[in-house]
């Protein structure tokens, strides 16, 4: 009875489950908020109003004027840190800048390896199905890196769609991220868009989630592969985010 | 070459660095799981807690300064507010958790199975105690006794300042003496209660 009652000493998790959490963390970081766009549409709700992954993280979309084939636009980049499907990777939003100067500037800045900031010889990669619309650049001399990894090359032209793509998330960005706009005029403005841009096979999408009357703010989503713009009601400003964990500032006082 | 710092891993992870994240989590999910244990007296919730933690940590991190050498405090700051309601915050981290899907040759406990389970009987038992305690009062208890962690450190994760540190710990102290009083045990059993609520050293001295 005695010793039931003591405090337990401290466990670890077992090696393989601490790298599954830190792994399963990873991913869900690179899926909210870096960019990377797995397989259907990445969400990250943050003040009302704001656009998908703002800046220079944004999430990975579909296409373009003129479409070489979903996967290899560099909607998306992906820093990794191994020449290894499966290792960590770096996330960024294109700005139309080749994949390779962006990670050279992840790599030289210690974001993509936190012991390093040399930067490797780096060959980029579609990742296809792996994770459409990302380009994949991994440390590696080989120029078959892409074939061993069971990727493709990237065929010419893709810089030009990653550019095209990043001027219409922008667009957008300016137009509906910055303030809060409502739902009719976002679904006005997404494809006023589109159409000026050369995107008109993409459609506009509004979640089921909505048309709460609180819900007045648009955030946006990018889904690569039905080549959509999501809209999603967000709550109005001031209107009480929905709160699970806060600040770790509770109320003075004992 | 030396290892970064916290505050170096957290200026990078402010820039968006999902590496230096990574570190720190390396770093301190040990003592985040483990907390979350001790205030639960639940293993597995520890678990995916410590998850939620983590993923909490990661939106706040561009408005989150860094106060000390030390991220810790700043993570069982949040591992708190997470624990006041606890089902609410699985509940939002449910989709990110049922993404986890961990594979069925996932490593299991093991041989470590069944000290896990004498464990969670412990605590239960200490959580029993202290649970009639105000929640805020737990709260110093579990960091400034269980982890730990200086006044000012407790002070510093719970957004309070280091006085009312000290009055709550004092109380749940008091408190938790009173259950013992009250409950019947003898006195060996009394003390070992003591000996196992209060079982490490806290940053400050024995308040009366």
């Known amino acids: 009875m005695r010793d039931e009652l003591r405090v337990p000493t401290e466990r670890d998790l077992p090696p393989g489950r601490m790298t599954l959490r830190k792994d399963h963390l990873m991913r869900e970081i690179s899926r909210t908020e870096g960019g990377s766009h797995r397989r259907r549409i990445s969400l990250a709700v943050l003040a009302p109003s704001a656009v998908l992954l703002l800046g220079a993280t944004a999430v990975a979309a579909n296409y373009l004027i003129s479409p070489p084939p979903p996967e290899t636009v560099a909607a998306s980049v992906a820093c990794y840190q191994e020449a290894d499907l499966s290792a960590s990777a770096a996330y960024k939003g294109s700005t139309g800048e080749s994949p390779l100067d962006v990670c050279a500037k992840l790599w030289s800045s210690g974001q993509v390896d936190v012991s390093t900031t040399s930067v490797p010889p780096l060959v980029a990669c579609p990742l296809g199905a792996e994770d459409p619309g990302t380009v994949g650049v991994f440390p590696n001399s080989d120029p078959t890196i892409c074939e061993r990894l069971g990727l493709a090359r990237l065929p010419d032209g893709y810089e030009d769609a990653a550019t095209s793509f990043a001027g219409l998330r922008e667009a957008l960005n300016e137009r509906i991220g910055r303030t809060c706009v409502s739902l009719d005029e976002s679904q006005g403005i997404v494809r006023d868009e589109l159409d000026s841009r050369g995107f008109t096979d993409w459609q506009v999408a509004t979640s089921s989630e909505q048309s709460d009357q609180a819900h007045a703010c648009v955030v946006l989503g990018f889904d690569l592969q039905q080549r959509s713009v999501l809209l999603i009601s967000s709550p109005a400003p001031g209107g009480g985010q929905e709160n699970g964990a806060t600040e770790p500032s509770p109320s003075p006082g004992g | ?208």
């Open chain 2, 1 to 208: 070459m030396a290892s970064p710092s916290d505050a170096e891993l957290w200026e990078k992870t402010a820039s968006g660095s999902v590496a230096a994240f990574g570190a720190l989590f390396e770093r301190h999910a040990r003592a985040v799981y483990n907390y979350c244990f001790r205030r639960t007296g639940d293993w597995s919730l520890a678990e995916d807690l410590t998850s939620a933690v983590f993923l909490e940590a990661w939106k706040r991190r561009e408005r989150t300064p860094l106060v000390g050498e030390s991220l810790l405090p700043w993570f069982l700051g949040v591992a708190n507010n997470l624990l006041r309601n606890v089902r609410r915050s699985v509940r939002r981290h449910e989709k990110a958790l049922e993404r986890l899907a961990l594979p069925a040759d996932t490593p299991d406990f093991g041989d470590d199975a069944a000290g896990r389970v004498d464990d969670e009987r412990q605590m239960a038992a200490i959580l029993t105690a202290i649970r009639s305690c105000p929640r805020r009062d737990q709260e110093v208890l579990g960091l400034c006794v269980w982890e730990g962690l200086s006044y000012a450190e407790a002070a510093d994760a719970l957004g309070v300042p280091v006085g009312t540190v000290r009055s709550r710990l004092s109380r749940a102290r008091r408190r938790v003496r009173e259950l013992i009083s009250s409950s019947g045990h003898e006195d060996s059993d009394r003390a070992a209660l003591l000996r196992g609520v209060f079982a490490q050293a806290p940053g400050g001295a024995d308040e009366r």
